[in-house]
């Protein structure tokens, strides 16, 4: 009986020491960041980001906890403020290896220009392709040649056609060292961006790549990592929920959830927290996987106004995670305990000096705030009003019509007290209208039937299938130019591609209930004017591959700019209320 009762002793000693043995590694992670070097303004009421900042809340983050790891979901670069994007965001790479990432998903926008840029993003070396605004490191203290990426991409889903390759390596391991013990654990983190990625990018810059289902991706890597002795699995994954929480540390609910809640669902359960992104959106949620166990999924908001902190405790003795501790944290600038990075501010400064001429030029003004949000937003009204204005004339195609994609009409549109230059309220800066419009994408006259017209249109909405065309994903509302105006009815079915109820131009009827309206018919042809995003199938617009002769115009940014001209004063400025621009030009009926 003693021994019995020692045995039990010894064996609840044994199992309780088992359970004392854990450890904590800290993550730290970020997304969507888009070469935000400086501060994009105020998030949640507080002067947020700046990449000064974003470092010294990752630095003491850090040092509350040696074992610690800095990951980020994607969209690091791509569609960047023009400090960054006019040296093709060498400025936002360079400053990210000396904020300490380590590891990062890609996202849609690293392929922005194309997967070969990408790969010098990681691998270094100077642009063959723009050399005069390469490898500028004498000038502002980084390494010449651009020294490329510390930190890993990875590109567990975005594989090469003709190898079966992975673009990047698909996962990556870290080992943390127990202090009590002496023991490491390993942790796992497979990247992955969205598989719609082909349809939000110019085509060409990912001809020859596919992009594999997330869910079976992560799945398949799940016993390769096992086997190398990785029982805790951290996805970095470039998706995410399509509404906002309450709060950045809350979670939305039924279908604001996905697309993301639907891929975890699949997951495997050996996965222990998704990192995502994409969105933009801040949230803290718990979405139940393929076994029916809650994970930590996360998301940090953009552009470096906010980081997520997660304490993952680890069991010493089997490496697996026992729980998940996540909190998203505002960089607030004005917090006196952070300490922003010298050098880091350094290296913004004197990048910021070269390209301040172009960056504070005034190009025009504004009366309030043309933000990027709504079905129709005045930013997007202002963008396809300037590209209506470039290609009208018989030379540049003899436009009549211009279609602008919501998703190139970026955050947070013209500010009326935006002041980036010492300028003065109401002005728009070269560098403030670049923000807006980074992508530095060509304007194109195409021929379309009304028809086509018709069918574009359509192919705004989810679940929209033209016949041998492929189904809108998401919802896309574009902005039209003034001269358009067209209504739309939520309670058609997307999927019968016949929510589009009446069109108009220049103010006379051109489709309705009885079909096309005389004069025209369904085979008129009309000018339209689109970017070469759009012009290749780009956000699932599919029907503007069929346009016929294109006609090439300008950049899209130098339309912008030469459209402000006729409100940079002595003109009066920008009014969205005149009533010579004809909004709204959308209407949404019941």
Not at 318 to 347: C, E, F, H, K
Not at 431 to 449: D, K, S
Not at 507 to 518: D, H, I, R, S
Request: aromatic share 6%; charged share 15%.
């Amino acid at each position: 009986m003693k021994k019995q009762l020692l045995a039990l002793l010894l064996s609840s000693a044994s199992a309780f020491s088992a359970q004392a043995a854990t450890m904590t590694v800290r993550l730290i992670a970020f997304n969507d960041f888009h070469g935000n070097l400086m501060s994009p303004g105020n998030f949640a009421g507080k002067p947020a980001g700046g990449a000064d900042y974003l470092a010294g809340y990752v630095a003491k983050l850090k040092k509350d906890n040696p074992n610690n790891v800095v990951v980020g979901a994607g969209d690091l670069i791509g569609a960047s403020p023009l400090g960054s994007a006019l040296l093709h965001d060498e400025a936002s790479i360079e400053v990210l290896n000396r904020i300490g990432l380590e590891f990062s998903a890609v996202g849609n926008h690293e392929f922005d220009e194309g997967f070969a840029e990408l790969l010098r993003m990681q691998n270094g070396g100077c642009s063959f392709a723009d050399p005069a605004n390469s490898c500028k490191g004498a000038q502002v203290g980084t390494p010449v040649p651009f020294e490329g990426a510390k930190f890993r991409y990875l590109a567990a889903n975005v594989v090469f056609n003709a190898t079966g390759k992975t673009l990047f390596a698909p996962f990556a391991i870290k080992s943390f060292k127990d202090a009590a013990s002496g023991k490491s654990v390993r942790v796992g983190f497979i990247g992955l961006t969205l598989k719609d990625t082909p349809s939000i990018v110019t085509p060409s810059g990912v001809a020859g790549l596919r992009f594999d289902e997330e869910s079976a991706t992560i799945n398949a890597l799940v016993p390769k990592l096992r086997a190398q002795g990785v029982e805790a699995i951290v996805v970095l994954l470039h998706q995410g929920t399509n509404a906002a929480a309450s709060d950045i540390n809350g979670c939305a609910s039924g279908a604001g959830t996905e697309p993301l809640r639907s891929i975890v669902a699949k997951l495997d359960d050996h996965v222990d927290m998704v990192v995502s992104g994409h969105s933009h959106l801040s949230y803290n949620c718990r979405f139940p996987n393929l076994a029916g166990r809650n994970i930590p999924v996360t998301q940090a908001s953009a552009f470096g106004r906010v980081l997520t902190q997660a304490d993952l405790t680890l069991d010493v003795a089997t490496g697996d995670v026992l729980g998940v501790y996540a909190s998203n944290i505002v960089v607030d600038r004005s917090d006196a305990s952070i300490q922003p990075i010298a050098q880091i501010a350094d290296i913004m400064a004197k990048y910021n000096a070269l390209v301040a001429p172009l960056a504070n030029v005034v190009i025009g003004s504004i009366t309030q705030d043309l933000p990027n949000s709504g079905d129709e937003m005045p930013a997007g009204d202002l963008i396809a009003d300037a590209q209506l204005d470039a290609t009208r004339a018989p030379a540049p195609g003899a436009a009549q019509i211009a279609l602008m994609n919501r998703g190139g009409v970026r955050s947070p549109g013209f500010v009326f007290n935006q002041s980036s230059g010492g300028e003065v309220a109401g002005d728009v800066t070269y560098g403030e209208a670049f923000t807006v419009q980074p992508f530095g994408n060509i304007l194109q006259t195409l021929t379309l039937t009304a028809q086509q017209l018709k069918d574009v249109l359509e192919q705004q909405f989810a679940g929209c299938q033209l016949p041998g065309e492929p189904m809108q994903t998401t919802d896309r509302i574009m902005q039209i130019s003034k001269g358009l105006r067209y209504s739309w009815s939520a309670s058609v079915p997307a999927s019968s591609c016949s929510r589009i109820t009446t069109i108009s131009f220049n103010g006379a009827p051109l489709y309705g209930a009885g079909g096309f309206v005389a004069p025209y018919t369904a085979a008129t042809p009309l000018q339209v004017t689109v970017n070469n995003f759009m012009a290749s199938g780009g956000d699932g617009f599919s029907v503007l591959t069929h346009g016929l002769n294109p006609i090439g115009g300008g950049q899209d940014l130098d339309a912008l700019v030469s459209y402000l001209a006729n409100f940079k004063a002595p003109h009066a400025p920008y009014s969205p209320s005149d009533p010579a621009l004809q909004t709204p030009r959308i209407t949404k009926l019941p």
